[in-house]
Every structure is written in structure tokens, then in C-alpha cells.
């Protein structure tokens, strides 16, 4: 049962809420009739004159991702067409090991329409949106899979690093004015201001968190906080040896704010000529200072324990059962590690209050049209930073405008598609309503996993997995849009008379009464 319990973690962790990397719909950036494409870039301005997004329909997108592992590295096909596991006695630990960056970043963004509307003057565009966000991440580093995999081979000596073992998830309202002026026929500029309204948040960061284990004691060093802020109650025993958690029984302390921040987007579009773009944007550089119901658990531990085996492992594979045993059962590591935090003198909870940032996310741009921009080709750089772990994607595009009520868009984003899988969006519009859906990771490789190979529990039901993708995201919407009407260019100025009349764009100029060539 132990076994079963663990494979379900590792396939929840592979395929689940705790995931990274894109933490947009990157194909959505170079479709231009999306109207809510300015959460991607605030200088973008709709192609409509006034859109408005209804709650949930308007515009919801999740994404859930990691900067390592795909399924693939986890359950597989061996050679006789078996569905199998890394951990299984025809599987290659060593390889799922290898696979895995020093840090591995898990991810999961949610982010649902309250309401949103935009309108134009002139050649400016206002935004206003009012959206529910969930922003969450965990970073592992290679050093507790290692423990974990392969124990402590060596007798005397077995140093394993843990101070990255950090994470940081917050639900928050996001409330944003968004404005976007065409200063001339070259440039375009956008921005935003937020006002972010917490709902929770629990997040840690360690100073150093280091584990030495020998064949006779081990020992463990650290320091760091463990941080939370929310409507549950948490209570601590003295001398912090347990915990007691009360959830609130009304429904307004699950409404009420439990912090208060703000936050910016800024970005511009640079017409370089008629057919090749540049742009840019840097979008939730932002922080939300959490004061209600906060518990701050500071540690600091320097403990020395015995009564734990040494992990020992002679082979490569091995099963979930062994471990399980490693981790958890028999006095192992987590109740070991348990017991150190409990008996550090240096612990301690405070109510008090603690600031967290928004994960600040980098486009960067370029898009070259042809047919008067029916067709274009894009490339996006995305990338952003989590506690100084950098992470990068790239996204090349191919977009189509055939027509006034099709928007479409093929992509290939670089680093988390394997070569298996290509990103789409389509838009339509049909009278007063656009409808547009968009992915970045749509698999064209799967492996079949029968449930039943998890435990007797499970139904004989087999499923088909996408594996070769580490990443997994989606986008869609529906909104109501005025068409757009057709307006001067105010930039095209005109001549005070007809003498000297000069047009831009190709068009015909003459000088003095006379024709000169056109373009």
C-alpha cells in the first residue's frame, strides 16, 4: 500500500499542480484579434475600438510545468511494449537521475477572469481587469533525489546540500489600469498599475540546510523561515512540538484580504518598417506585504542523531517500496529530520508580518510580416526569475490572418516540447463575440498507463499519457467586441494646401501640381 501511495506521488508530481515552465500561453503574443492579448505585452492595443471579458468564459488560462523531467522520465515503454516504470526492475534510475537539472523547478499558474474591459481614444487604449490569480512554486534540488535514489554509499562520509529546498504559492485578486499610446507611426508604449489583494500565501527560504551522514551518526545544520499568512488559524504547542490547524467555519474570513501589495507591467512596440516589429514587455514586478493571521516559523538547527540506518543501495534499480522505506518508514530520514527541527533550541513562531514578490516574467519579441499582414513569422524569448533561478523559453510562431473573422497561429516552443509537440491558437470572430482557444504543448506522443498497475484498488481503466513534454498549459476565452471601424491615420498628416501635398505609406505625392513615381 506504501508503494502504491508513492507512485501515485511521483505521477502527481509529473503531471500535476506543482509544475514549470512558461508561465503564459506564449503563442497567444503574435495573435493580434485576441482582444485580451495586452496581459502579454500592455502596449498591445485590441484590434476592436471596446471588448468586454464576462467572469470565467472572458479569458482563464492554467499551466503547469517543470524544467526537467517529462512523464517519459518517469513511466515509459520498454523494449517488449510494457508500460514501466524508471523504478522498475527493466527501468534506468540512472538515466531519470541524469535527466534532472541542479534545481528543478515545479510550477503551477492559474489565472480566472473577474472582468475585464478595454475601450479606445484616439490613438490611446484603456484597460481595466479585474482577475483571480494562483501563482505557486517549488524548487528541488538534485542533492534530495540523489538521497532519495541511491541512499548513503559511502561509510564515512555523505554530504547532501538541501538550502535550495525552497517554495513560494499565493492566491491573490489582481485589480490593473491599463493604458497604451501610439506616439507616432514608430512607436507604441503601454503600462499598467495593480493593485494585488492577497488571499494566502505559504512560503519558506533557507540560509543553509546542509545533512552529513555517516555510518555511526548524522547530523543536521540549518536556518531558515517558514512563512504563512491565511484564513486558517495555526496554533503552536509549547516549545513548537505540535501544531493545531482550525479551519473558520464563515464564509467571510475565507473573502477577507489577508495582505495588500501593488505591482507594474510596462512594455512597448517598435515598428522597425512596414514589415519587421520589435517589442517587449516586463509584466508582474510586483509584491504583496502579508499582514493578517501570519505565523512566522523561524528555525535553526544544529542537531546530531543516531538510531538511522545507512541508506545503502548496490544497485541501480530498485522498487518504490525500498524507497518509501528510505524516506518515511522505520525511523528514516523524515522522522529523523522531524525530530532535529523539534529539538533546535533556536526555533520559533511570530505573528509577525512578511512581505513576498510576484515572479517577474521578460518577453522579448520579433515578428516579420508579408501580404499586408496576412502572414507573419514570430519568435518570443520568454523568460523569468524565481529566488535567482533563472528560466528561459523560446517560441517561434507561424500566424495567419486570412480573413477579418480568423486569427490562427501555429508554434514550436524550444526547450520543453522534446520535438513531440507544437503549440496552436485559433481565433474567431462571429458577430459580436470573439471565441479564441490557444496551447503551447498539444502532444503528438503518449504512453497508455493502466490504473490497475498501481494497485489492486484502481479500476482496469487504461489511459493514454502525453510523455514527452515537461509542460502542459491552455488558454481560452470568449468576449464581447465592438468591430472595428475605419479611422485616419492622424500620424499621414495632411498638407495645409493642395500645393504641396505629401502622403507617407506609398502613397502617390505630388510637388507643385506635377506626379511623382509612387512606391
Same mark, same amino acid.
Not at 504641396?500 to 513615381?517: A, F, I, V
Given at each position: ?7 501515485? *506521488? ?19 503574443? &503574435?495573435?493580434?484579434?485576441? /482582444? ?9 492595443? /485590441? ?38 516504470? &524508471? ?43 479585474? #482577475? ?70 505559504? *512560503? ?8 552529513? $551522514? ?8 540549518? !536556518? ?10 495555526? *496554533?503552536?504547542?509549547?516549545?513548537? !512540538? ?51 493571521? #501570519? ?62 514578490? #510576484?515572479? $517577474? ?9 508579408? &501580404? ?148
Amino acid at each position: 500500500m506504501r508503494s502504491i501511495k508513492l507512485l501515485s *506521488s511521483l505521477l502527481m508530481i509529473s503531471i500535476t499542480p506543482l509544475f514549470i515552465n512558461a508561465q503564459q500561453v506564449n503563442t497567444l503574443y &503574435f495573435m493580434k484579434d485576441v /482582444p485580451v492579448r495586452h496581459f502579454l505585452n500592455p502596449s498591445f492595443q /485590441p484590434e476592436t475600438d471596446f471588448y468586454l471579458s464576462l467572469p470565467v468564459i472572458g479569458f482563464t488560462q492554467f499551466n503547469v510545468g517543470n524544467n526537467s523531467l517529462s512523464l517519459k522520465d518517469v513511466i515509459y515503454n520498454d523494449a517488449t511494449g510494457n508500460t514501466i516504470s &524508471f523504478l522498475n526492475s527493466n527501468g534506468n534510475t540512472l538515466r531519470f537521475y541524469n535527466s534532472l537539472n541542479a534545481n528543478t523547478l515545479f510550477r503551477v499558474d492559474l489565472q480566472t477572469n473577474l472582468l475585464s474591459f478595454g475601450f479606445r481614444h484616439e490613438t490611446a487604449y484603456w484597460t481595466f481587469s479585474l #482577475t483571480e490569480k494562483t501563482d505557486g512554486t517549488v524548487n528541488v534540488p538534485k542533492d534530495l533525489f540523489q538521497l532519495s535514489l541511491f541512499g548513503t554509499q559511502s561509510l564515512q562520509n555523505n554530504s547532501f546540500d538541501f538550502t535550495k529546498l525552497q517554495g513560494d504559492i499565493s492566491m491573490y485578486t489582481e485589480a490593473a489600469l491599463g493604458y497604451s499610446k501610439q506616439l507616432n507611426e514608430t512607436w507604441t508604449v503601454g503600462g499598467k498599475l495593480k493593485l494585488l489583494i492577497g488571499s494566502s500565501n505559504l *512560503s519558506n527560504s533557507n540560509n543553509q540546510l546542509l545533512v552529513n $551522514a555517516s555510518s555511526t551518526q548524522w547530523s543536521v545544520k540549518g !536556518q531558515g523561515t517558514i512563512r504563512y499568512s491565511g484564513p486558517v488559524q495555526i *496554533s503552536a504547542s509549547n516549545n513548537n !512540538q505540535s501544531f493545531s490547524f482550525t479551519t473558520p467555519t464563515n464564509t467571510a474570513a475565507w473573502l477577507k484580504p489577508y495582505g495588500m501589495g501593488a505591482g507594474i507591467d510596462a512594455g512597448f512596440e517598435y515598428r522597425i518598417n512596414n514589415r519587421m516589429k520589435l517589442s517587449g514587455s516586463l509584466n508582474d514586478l510586483g509584491f504583496i506585504h502579508w499582514s493578517k493571521n #501570519t505565523q512566522n516559523y523561524q528555525y535553526q538547527v544544529n542537531s546530531i542523531f543516531k538510531g538511522i540506518k545507512l541508506f545503502d543501495n548496490n544497485s541501480t534499480n530498485q522498487t518504490f517500496q525500498d524507497v518509501y522505506n528510505r524516506l518515511v518508514s522505520s525511523n528514516a530520514l523524515v522522522d529523523s529530520m522531524v525530530t532535529a527541527f523539534k529539538s533546535s533550541s533556536g526555533s520559533k513562531m511570530s505573528p509577525n508580518s512578511y512581505t513576498t514578490y #510576484t515572479t $517577474a516574467k521578460l518577453n522579448i519579441g520579433f515578428e516579420y510580416s508579408l &501580404f499586408k499582414d496576412k502572414l507573419s513569422f514570430g519568435i518570443l524569448s520568454y523568460s523569468q526569475l524565481f529566488k535567482n533561478i533563472p528560466i528561459e523559453e523560446l517560441t517561434g510562431s507561424v500566424n495567419t490572418r486570412p480573413f477579418a473573422w480568423l486569427d490562427a497561429s501555429l508554434s514550436y516552443s524550444v526547450f520543453n516540447g522534446r520535438m513531440s509537440t507544437l503549440g496552436a491558437g485559433i481565433g474567431l470572430k462571429t458577430g459580436l463575440l470573439h471565441w479564441f482557444v490557444a496551447a503551447d504543448y498539444i502532444p503528438f506522443e503518449k504512453a497508455t498507463l493502466s490504473l490497475s498497475d498501481l494497485g489492486t484498488n484502481y479500476p482496469k481503466i487504461n489511459i493514454p499519457i502525453p510523455y514527452n513534454s515537461r509542460c502542459f498549459n491552455l488558454s481560452v476565452g470568449m468576449n464581447i467586441v465592438m468591430n472595428k471601424k475605419e479611422k485616419e491615420n492622424k500620424f499621414i498628416k495632411k498638407p495645409k494646401n493642395s500645393s504641396s501635398l505629401n502622403l507617407q505609406n506609398g502613397l502617390h505625392q505630388w510637388d507643385n501640381g506635377k506626379d511623382c513615381n509612387c512606391d
